[in-house]
């Protein structure tokens, strides 16, 4: 079993839906929560962080953690065609050592 | 959020030998760590550069291959040695600014193809 799941995609979504992109991670001691933007050709950009169970909404997003079923989603909403990308879901297991364990990405395109 | 620069952002490497790339932060900051991401996939850390003193590798990942220097809070390389083609990838350094935080910020990457 991966560390950190997500479903690869590609993931088709209209212009003004919402896109929803999960991912599952197998360490129940997880501690912190993190989605990625990385367009092609580019570096990752930290877009959302979460700690708590629950949802955690910045603009148009919206990360929700649920620790008992270890599982993190992110929900895009009215999707633009800026945000066609493969966004990473990233999991640190411990407080003061913040490395990450990244999942492989899902492919995002929105389709005017 | 601290400004990384990274370079450089791209090399094409003859097979056998060997390239530093470096990291520079515009700040202070108390975790610097190296990623690697291969063609199609997604990051695998290599090693935490610590400052002052040798790094911390994840397994896979030797110094000998992957050496890396942390001379200050500022400033970190990491040297890709006796390159062959499976080492082309696009390598990135991360930094987590200070204490009691926990996100991680990346520099542009450097994209390395060997030949």
């Known amino acids: 079993q991966k560390e950190v799941e997500q479903n690869s995609g590609p993931l088709s979504v209209p212009e003004g839906a919402i896109a929803s992109l999960n991912c599952t991670y197998s360490?129940?001691?997880?501690?912190?929560f993190f989605w990625y933007r990385q367009y092609s050709g580019k570096s990752p950009e930290l877009i959302m962080s979460?700690?708590?169970?629950g949802d955690k909404e910045d603009g148009r997003f919206t990360a929700q953690l649920n620790k008992a079923s270890q599982y993190v989603s992110l929900l895009i909403r009215d999707s633009q065609p800026s945000d066609s990308a493969t966004y990473l879901c990233?999991?640190?297991?411990?407080?003061?050592?913040?490395?990450?364990?990244f999942g492989t990405g899902t492919r995002l395109t929105i389709i005017p | 959020s601290a400004v990384i620069s990274q370079k450089p952002s791209r090399d094409i490497c003859q097979r056998g030998t060997s390239l530093t790339i470096q990291c520079q932060v515009d700040?202070?900051?108390?975790?610097m760590f190296w990623y690697r991401q291969q063609p199609g996939q997604s990051l695998t850390l290599i090693a935490t550069?610590?400052?002052?003193?040798?790094?911390?590798?994840e397994s896979g990942f030797v110094i000998d291959k992957f050496p890396i220097s942390r001379p200050n809070l500022t400033f970190s390389t990491l040297t890709v040695s006796n390159m062959s083609p499976e080492d082309s990838s696009i390598y990135l350094c991360?930094?987590?600014?200070?204490?009691?935080?926990?996100?991680?910020?990346f520099g542009q990457g450097t994209r390395l193809t060997v030949v």
């Open positions: 979460i700690y708590s169970n």
């Open positions: 991360s930094v987590v600014q200070g204490p009691g935080s926990t996100e991680a910020f």
């Open positions: 360490d129940r001691g997880s501690q912190s």
């Open positions: 550069a610590n400052q002052g003193s040798e790094a911390t590798y």
């Open positions: 990233a999991v640190n297991r411990n407080f003061g050592n913040e490395k990450l364990t």
């Open positions: 700040s202070q900051v108390t975790m």
